[in-house]
């Protein structure tokens, strides 16, 4: 079956660093994408990765290890405008298509 | 651009009567999602269009839903006859192809009291 798991809450501190992890066991793997949403918002496009390693932009870097199912999302210099919901997603397929798989996302709460 | 444009952006309806909500995709994009979240189960696909044709209508839930894009700018979503249990914010996203990321509609608010 088709399982994408990441913590359901973090808390931390303005100015800090935090890493939201992400596994997942899908059939077949087609990239891995990381959304930001905002209370009473839709999902924002933040990353992708398709080959291991780590892509940075800005403040947010992802990582992806496809040997291991496993990506992380890691933000620096934290601001209060990045409490939000972090969304990890598989697509899956290898066909045509994008259908990607959602994880149930990670609460993050930045605090002063 | 406009983005995603969804409507209503929230309904309130009664156990039993017909929803329908609305998609205008964003101008050239090939593909679009409708996605439903909830708190217990997050996001979820409900369908997907490929040029205006459905590929993948495995996450509708049952009969009571159904899907239609007449043409590359405008998809409906229908629920009838609708149930409480259908109360959940509902997304429409589109992407320009295969392996982009998807942009994302403000979604509809739906409640079925």
């Known amino acids: 079956g088709q399982n994408i798991d990441q913590p359901t809450e973090m808390t931390a501190t303005e100015g800090a660093i935090v890493q939201i992890n992400c596994t997942y066991q899908t059939s077949g793997f087609n990239g891995l994408f990381w959304y930001q949403q905002h209370a009473g918002e839709a999902p924002t496009f933040l990353s992708y990765n398709v080959l291991d390693g780590l892509e940075e932009k800005g403040r947010f870097s992802s990582f992806l290890s496809r040997s291991k199912g496993y990506s992380y999302l890691l933000l620096k210099e934290l601001q209060m405008k990045d409490s939000a919901s972090y969304l990890c997603?598989?697509?899956?397929?290898?066909?045509?298509?994008?259908?990607?798989?959602f994880g149930k996302g990670t609460t993050l709460s930045v605090s002063s | 651009d406009a983005g995603v444009i969804q409507s209503p952006r929230h309904e309130v309806t009664e156990m039993g009567q017909e929803v329908t909500l609305r998609c205008k995709p964003i101008s050239g994009h090939d593909y679009l999602f409708w996605y439903r979240q909830t708190m217990m189960r997050g996001l979820e696909l409900l369908i997907y269009f490929n040029n205006n044709v459905p590929i993948d209508d495995s996450g509708m839930p049952e009969d009571r839903f159904s899907a239609k894009m007449p043409n590359a700018s405008f998809s409906t979503l229908k629920i009838q006859p609708s149930e409480p249990r259908d109360s959940a914010v509902y997304f429409c996203a589109s992407s320009p192809g295969d392996r982009y990321e998807q942009y994302f509609g403000p979604g509809t608010r739906l409640t079925v009291t």
């Open positions: 997603a598989v697509a899956p397929n290898t066909a045509a298509g994008t259908a990607l798989i």
